[in-house]
């Protein structure tokens, strides 16, 4: 069975690849990774706050009275709470793309252009195959227009893409004013793919003692059908690669991303829970799915069930919206 596809300009032997986690951290499990049949192995982030802090206190090292951003650093978390440091990020692409075969996708996360997005290059430089920029900001200023916020990403977009020649994948949340119009700007500005969505961590409050707190709630295929109807809506109407990350647990999980559109599907949660063996699984089911259906490949199959054909997506969804709520039966 033909599982390839083609995302970010890689032909890969299938969709299913680790999306970034923790689990980069270990070669050892980076091997397994590559063992089990991941299609590429994509890192986490390395964050503008991590990068700037650590800019900053070589600052401070050399001018110890230089202290003009002690209130901001307090908002962020210490320097040893960060797995890897900036070398030690870069070191560790080094030593990830000697131990495996298969692409590299490095991440850089942060809110706003600067500085901090020239470790694009270092990243490159070091051997990064691809670059993940992780749009991770939450638009909370009730002064910034939606138009702000979008613009202020496209910038470094195109910042990133003046940069660097490998391809660069947008990680992106739902939480744009109007997403398919952003998700065209975005397209036009030349990135590779974008990936649909990032999971933002949600915190809940201790009553008693009056704090936030901070708990990692792992993914479940209930968080799949955002996913599905952008994807849906977006394929066929953008040149980009498209990824789905957040809520792929099963091959029917699979499946739907695939037919939604997506050209690559990460996993994260799932790997945390049950280990490498997910992706040997998810593949081997994949082609027996595929099989038992008389579909001769993915690619026959990705895209399937997008929107590009339906001449009014959103009185289709407005449809699906009314018969939703009219098929409860208690």
């Known amino acids: 069975m033909d599982l390839s596809t083609t995302y970010l300009g890689f032909e890969l032997p299938h969709p299913l690849m680790p999306g970034a986690s923790p689990l980069v951290d270990d070669l050892d499990m980076v091997r397994r990774l590559e063992d089990a049949g991941a299609a590429a192995i994509v890192m986490h982030s390395l964050f503008e706050e991590q990068i700037e802090m650590e800019s900053m206190a070589t600052v401070a090292h050399t001018d110890p009275h230089l202290d003009s951003f002690g209130e901001a650093l307090s908002y962020s978390p210490p320097r040893e709470a960060f797995e890897l440091g900036t070398d030690a990020y870069l070191e560790q692409i080094r030593r990830i793309k000697e131990a495996v075969r298969v692409p590299v996708i490095a991440s850089l996360n942060g809110t706003s252009p600067g500085g901090w997005l020239r470790y694009a290059q270092f990243m490159e430089q070091a051997g990064a195959d691809a670059l993940e920029l992780n749009v991770y900001t939450l638009a909370t200023d009730p002064e910034e227009d939606s138009l702000t916020v979008e613009t202020r990403t496209l910038e470094m977009v195109r910042a990133v893409n ?169």
């Open 162 to 330: 003046r940069a660097i020649r490998i391809p660069v994948a947008i990680k992106l949340s739902p939480f744009y004013a109007s997403f398919a119009h952003f998700a065209r700007r975005l397209d036009m500005a030349g990135p590779a793919g974008l990936i649909l969505f990032n999971r933002f961590y949600q915190p809940s409050i201790d009553i008693e003692e009056l704090e936030v707190r901070r708990e990692l709630q792992l993914s479940s295929s209930s968080e799949l059908p955002l996913r599905l109807r952008w994807l849906a809506i977006l394929s066929g109407r953008i040149n980009a690669s498209l990824a789905v990350t957040g809520g792929v647990h099963t091959v029917h999980d699979v499946i739907q991303s695939v037919m939604a559109g997506a050209h690559a599907v990460q996993i994260v949660s799932a790997l945390l829970r049950n280990g490498p063996a997910v992706l040997a699984q998810l593949r081997e089911e994949l082609s027996r799915w595929l099989e038992e259906h008389a579909y001769e490949s993915v690619r026959q199959m990705q895209g399937s069930m997008n929107l590009f054909a339906c001449p009014d997506p959103q009185a289709y969804e407005r449809a699906n919206y009314m018969l939703m709520l009219q098929s409860w039966k208690q």
